[in-house]
């Protein structure tokens, strides 16, 4: 059964850091592609980042230069760190994954809440 699990999600104030974490089982997880979501209340979900299997990546331009997505693929972890947080950040964030020939995601956590105050 294919589970991700997010955690690593809080309240922090505004120029503020996090650091999220998604823990994969269930399948082979240096064979899928992976991504974090995030979706505010009253918005669509939106795409953060995604990452490749060969590590390339691609992010949102509200969060480049602020977020990092890294993998390691012996602990079957994807992280997201988030630094310069903004009240405009404030989400439940998600991390999925898919198959790399495919751009639909399949499989998705339960989701993290991070809440940026100004």
């Known amino acids: 059964q294919v589970q991700l699990v997010e955690s690593g999600g809080g309240s922090v104030q505004s120029g503020g850091s996090l650091r999220l974490s998604c823990v994969a089982s269930?399948?082979?997880?240096?064979?899928?592609?992976m991504g974090w979501f995030r979706q505010a209340p009253g918005k669509e979900r939106e795409g953060v980042v995604h990452?490749?299997?060969?590590?390339?990546?691609r992010y949102s331009d509200s969060v480049k230069g602020r977020f990092t997505i890294s993998q390691d693929n012996a602990k079957n972890t994807l992280y997201l760190q988030m630094n310069s947080l903004k009240p405009e950040d404030t989400a439940m964030y998600y991390c999925?994954?898919?198959?790399?020939?495919?751009?639909?995601?399949?499989?998705w956590g339960q989701g993290t809440q991070v809440t940026v105050s100004s």
């Open positions: 999925a994954a898919r198959s790399c020939a495919y751009w639909e995601y399949k499989y």
């Open positions: 269930g399948y082979t997880y240096s064979n899928y592609c």
């Open positions: 990452i490749n299997r060969g590590g390339s990546t």
